[in-house]
């Protein structure tokens, strides 16, 4: 008896240490058999474990049950088995482990309808595979997979035998490599033999391309797929076509450079059969923390027809971009940043790779600016340089530099320091002097004094004379003289704030808040015949004219003004509260962003003495509506005749201005409500019947299908003098999209122009996900860049090069 109880607590005990340290049941076995039984027993662990013995303690768990097999030295779990050993982690319905081999099998099970559930899940560090089953060597690490299914980077691979070897090193036999994470894959490239190198590459020998499991005419002899979440280097496949006009081309077709994690860069070329060409190069530059940029160049050549022939002509064309941005962070006080963006005025209607909005736009604008602060100091230094370029005048304006040093506050008492502007345009240069400062008055009011200086400096100016033998009589000549002229004013403006309330009782509108700010200066300019010359004819009458006059800054002769300046401010806003609203908090709505009012009378001129009056109104309303308003009022009158004649429009007419021009912009925006989860009501007598509800809205017809609307109209009227001289402009543009299911998509944009009576920039978009691959239709109906573009792709970037385009390109010509 105490023999037999010896022994099943030997048993026990050699079960718990095979399974907590891995020590050889044989070992034990040997040293019971030798055991007498009044003798004490002392086990000593390090000599039971043996060479083979595993490192590290396995750990198993079975829902249905755990059956140990001593004779065999194996041990078996059913029921949403696990089994974790280290990094690894194994699931499965079914796992046996043979403790003399340490290999671990794991497998599905069959239910009563042959179906298969419970099949094996295996994770090793980040890598996982789904299987039909796995057999693994807890020592040598290596491992057996059938019908695999695993995912690698952005990828997925399916194999019918995977083996595993200790570096992670995938072999498979009869593969597929896809993009699409469906257990039947939409497409996949099917091979003999591939392998997976862990953090570098996929390999595979000969491969066609699959599309719903239907070979395709396409193959490869042999693939190299990218397996690391690093970028690297590599070729960019170009996309061919066909141009009636140009000839057969090859486009964006280079090379990309990733240099380090810092800079990268794109080289790409287009090629035309019939001559045409261009290049580009991009480049990503970062540095965490400090600063980012982009650059973007590209340069073009297109030819038409023959240089034999007449009809011969060849455009060239260029671009240049750059982005720069500084953390703020990085260095506080000195702030550098650049936005430029110039070429040619006819890149983007010459090149029909041009997105809608470089198309569409008439004017480029550029930047560069550096910001110098001192700590503790009212001190701050501006340099800047700008770039503007209108591509229908095609005038280009350029100033460098402009500098500026202000300082923070300037007391009346104080030394002045002035502010410093320079300007440089093709031969001129303009140099301003601003010296301004304001303070407080009688508490409530806020005086802001300013001097103003500026002096124009012109390498080329004009001399006229009277010539009897000239056409025109008046001969112009261009003099190279450096020559210089200056202009100076000086002004001061009052201005305060008033606020007035008006409250409501009851439950909706509470209080309007009117917030008045007007403001009245004085302004004083002094007579300047700077530049001033005359030429005399032959009637002996003198006519005056400016040597500057053709000048880019113009002229700096100036007539006496004393002008007295009036404006005035307004905003209305309301708080309401609902009848929804439990508490006592209000909400707040702006009725009117801006009504402004200004005009100015002059003291010094003998006639005309008021300026027209100028009004604007802004405001946005139900978080739809944006209206802007701006329009001039003349206060004189006309004569018969059309000439304007110094007496007030309101003492002939009644009225307080003639309205010689005016703007109305109107924007709204309408968009289909988010989708809600039902609410409990009595409807639904249950939790489970609500969650139910919740749970299956996608599985019932919405009506409410997401969509968004955008309106823009537009209206321009401009009336100098007689109806003769009107003209009105109106157009009115419209763009949104609606998502008719999850998976289509339709985009738009178009307008119209009442004058012209014709459409404007029109296009349609149409989109539809197609799960791992996505189709896009891009259709101009018309206009010069009439056209269409079909784009059916894959989504995966690592694979972005399996596409088929069709499109037809507009003429550039």
Known sequence: MKDNNYTKLFCTFNTLLVLLFG?????????????????????????????????????????????????????????????????????????????????????GKQDSTQKYFGEPYFKQGTKEFYANQIKYNFNSKKGLISDVKTQE???????????????????????K???????????????????????DKIITGPADLFIESAPNP??????????????????????????????????????????????????????????????????????????????????????????????????????FRWRHNQDPKARPTSIFSANVNLGTSTNF???????????????????????????????????????????????????????????????????????????KLKNGIQHTIPVSTSFKVLKYFTLNPAVNYTELWYLKTINKTWDTSATGNVRTD??????????????????????????????????????????????????????????????????????????????????????????????????????????????????????????????????????????GARTYLFNKFNLNFNGTLDPYALDTGGTRINKSHYSETGGLGRLTSASVNLGFMLKSKVAKKVQKTSKFATEQELAYVNSH???????DVPWTLNFAYNVYYSKPVFESSKSVVQTIGVTGDVSLTQKWKIGFASGYDFQQHDLSYTSLNIYRDLHCWEMDIQWIPLGPRQSYTFTI?????????????????????
């Open 23 to 107: 020590i050889t049941p044989n070992l034990l076995v040997a040293q019971q058999d030798t055991l007498q039984t009044d003798s004490v027993i002392v086990l000593s662990i390090d000599s039971f474990i043996s060479k083979d013995a595993m490192k590290s303690k396995v750990e198993y768990k079975a829902k249905d049950s755990i059956r140990f097999d001593m004779k065999s030295q194996q041990i078996f779990l059913f029921g949403e088995s696990e089994v974790h050993y280290e990094d690894l982690e194994l699931k499965a319905e079914e796992i046996e482990s043979d403790l003399d081999s340490n290999i671990v099998t794991a497998r």
């Open 153 to 175: 980077g952005e990828g997925y691979i399916h194999g019918q035998k995977i083996y595993k070897n200790p570096d992670n090193i995938l072999y498979i036999r009869n593969g």
């Open 177 to 199: 490599y896809t993009t699409c994470n469906l257990a039947e894959p939409h497409y996949h490239f099917g091979a003999n033999k591939l392998k997976i190198i862990p953090n």
């Open 218 to 319: 396409f193959a490869i002899p042999f693939g190299f797929f990218p397996n690391t979440p690093k970028q690297k280097s590599g070729i960019i496949i170009p996309l061919p076509g066909e141009s009636e006009q140009l000839g057969f081309f090859m486009l964006n077709g280079g090379y990309y450079l990733f240099v380090n994690d810092h800079l990268d860069a794109e080289f790409t070329a287009d090629f035309y059969s019939k001559g045409s060409w261009g290049t580009k190069f991009n480049s990503n530059y970062n540095n965490r923390y400090k600063f980012n940029g982009r650059v973007e160049t590209n340069y073009s050549v297109f030819k038409n027809s023959e240089e034999e022939f007449p009809d011969y002509s060849e455009k060239r064309d260029f671009f």
């Open 349 to 423: 209607t010459n090149n029909f790779n041009t997105n809608a909005t470089d198309y569409l736009s008439t004017n480029f604008s550029s930047n560069i600016s550096y910001t110098r602060r001192w700590d503790n100091k009212p001190f701050t230094l501006n340099i800047n340089a700008s770039h503007n370029q209108n591509t229908l005048s095609k005038q280009v304006t350029v100033r460098l530099p402009e500098i500026a040093f202000n300082v923070a506050r300037i007391y009346p008492l104080a030394r002045n320091t002035p502010e410093l502007v320079t300007r």
């Open 478 to 615: 261009t003099i190279n003289k450096f020559e210089r002229g200056n202009t100076y004013s000086t002004s001061a403006n009052l201005t305060t704030k008033l606020y007035g309330m008006y409250n409501f009782r009851g439950n909706g509108i509470k209080a309007i808040r009117h917030v008045i700010t007007p403001g009245v200066g004085l302004s004083y300019t002094p007579e300047n015949n700077s530049g001033i010359r005359t030429y005399t004819d032959t009637n002996n009458i003198s006519t005056k004219y400016s040597i500057f006059q053709e000048g880019v800054y113009g002229t700096t002769h100036t007539a006496k003004a004393g002008l007295l300046n009036f404006n005035l401010l307004q905003s209305f806003d309301m708080k309401y509260k609902t009848k929804n609203d439990t508490d006592n908090t209000l909400k707040k709505v702006t009725l009117l962003e801006n009504l402004s009012l200004a005009t100015s009378y002059n003291l010094l001129a003998d006639s005309f003495n008021w300026s027209n009056i100028s009004i």
């Open 697 to 703: 809205l996608d599985d019932y017809i919405d009506f």
């Open 793 to 813: 792709k894959v989504k995966s970037a690592m694979l972005q090069d399996l596409k088929l385009i069709r499109r037809n390109i507009p003429s550039i010509f």
